[in-house]
């Protein structure tokens, strides 16, 4: 065989190579990326379930509340002063619009003129319960209990006292659980132009990088416990444990699990509350030790008006990658993140809140291709229906600026622009056609769906995709 002959056979097997290389070193490049995002999936989970089970409590009370709307108004009560019926149902439309102090002024100066009024009493004390004076609320409904009473108005009479005898515990303690099942379009992220960069080199998506759709399965296990320390401005401490699991049902490499710890404490003054925590995890990718972090978060927030609530939140958290067989190089991603979030939250009317906010991150890693700073921007609308259901909204987007070019894909620095789309819609069984056959301890569970839409574009093909997920899950809260 002549040299020249030779020359070009190994040429071919030197480009076969590398084109084979970039097919494997490519895909890992990518993999390594995803899993990087895989550790806020846990994060957004467990910060949805938590808003799914604050908003069921709020449209639950909120359910309690419609009944006492009456349309009553101010200048109703100025025309017939002296109607004990009138001023009765101008109360109940004060607590419709959560104006308690106004429903208690009312109902107090209608027990001065007929002491005897049950209803009204009940309602007295159950206003009284709202505004945590519960030393009183307790003497109208001994008082009560002396009065020869309906069995409609003695049920409920035995509720709050329940109710009452709870509040005074100075330690609480709620358990909650939450298991569904989920849906992805593309689990592992797979590029939408179908290719990858390898040394500036563009490569067809091949084998396990190839768009793969996958189901999941979603368990969420919290435990919470607060105590108030006794003084009479309501400081508190507290202590969380979360259990989180994913499991894929064919991207195995993808399966998520998490013990996150938190605890901390709320301090509360009339200039603002503080709430500093300090939190612990442990991340597991595919069965393997994956993730530890440590870290701080320090919230402030003061409510400006009745309808409007003001924050900053600032977060920092040390983050120590460990190589595993899926990704050896995931210790390259080691080192701290650092969180900025300024917000705000406003009643749009009682029914509706809307919040918005801005963030400033900063993750530095031991490898600067790996590390980036975050522009974020955040909305979120909560949207209370009738019967104890409730959609919640949220749109996230934020702006990627990593500091190094990642050589081994491309020369050039990499840019982010990410959109997140989330919407919720909730609901106690009791509002389906299934609770009404239900056993009792299972009439309280919320059902939730879901839908997300995320979309990535990049300066760098590799990490320019879309995904669209759906969820459902259901949740139960005990509380002692």
Partial sequence: MSFGRRLTVVLSFVVLGVFLAGVFFSGRFLFAEDISRETETIRRETAVQRAVVRTSDKSKEKERLK?????????????????????????????????????????????????????????????????????????????????????????????????????????????????????????????????????????????????????????????DVTHDLGFQAGHTVFGSFTYFLQEQTNVH???????????????????????????????????????????????????????????????????DYMGIYENTSATDRKGPEFDHLWGANYILIPTMRWSSSIGYGKKDAKQKFYAYDRL?????????????????????????????PELSVAGKHRHDKIFRYRATYGAPLTALLIGKILPKPLKDIVITFSYEFYRSLSSITNYSYTNNKLEGMLTKKLEF
């Avoid at 005897?116 to 206003?127: E, G, M, Q, S, W």
């Avoid at 701080?296 to 609530?309: A, Y």
């Avoid at 921007?377 to 990627?400: A, C, E, K, M």
């Fill in 67 to 223: 009944r006492f709307e009456t349309g009553v108004t101010y200048e109703d009560v100025l025309k017939d002063p002296d109607n004990i019926d009138l001023n009765f149902r101008y109360a109940q439309e004060r607590i419709a619009q959560n104006d308690l102090l106004g429903a208690s002024a009312t109902l107090e100066r209608i027990l001065l003129v007929n002491p005897n009024l049950a209803d009204v009493r009940l309602l007295y004390a159950v206003v009284l319960y709202r505004l945590d004076s519960l030393n009183e609320a307790q003497r109208e409904i001994d008082t009560l209990k002396a009065l020869p009473l309906p069995p409609q108005i003695r049920e409920e009479l035995s509720l709050y006292q329940k109710k009452i005898k709870s509040r005074k515990r100075r330690t609480h303690l709620s358990i909650r659980e939450s298991v569904g099942w989920g849906y992805d379009t593309n689990r592992n992220a797979s590029p939408s132009s179908k290719q990858q960069l390898f040394f500036d080199t563009p490569l067809d998506v091949q084998g396990t990088d190839v768009r793969r759709a996958d189901t999941h399965f979603l368990n969420v296990t919290s435990v």
């Fill in 253 to 319: 490499s993808l399966d998520l699990g998490s013990f996150q710890y938190e605890f901390g404490g709320t301090y509360k003054s009339k200039f603002f509350n503080f709430t500093p925590s300090f939190f612990a995890s442990h991340v597991f990718l595919s069965s393997e030790n994956f993730l530890r972090t440590q870290g701080g978060n320090f919230l402030f927030e003061r409510d400006v008006t009745k309808k409007l609530n003001v924050f900053y939140n600032y977060r920092i958290e040390r983050q």
């Fill in 376 to 404: 974020s921007l955040n909305n979120s609308h909560t949207w209370i229906l009738p019967r104890g259901q409730f959609v919640i909204n949220n749109f996230n987007v934020y702006f990627d600026s990593y500091t190094a």
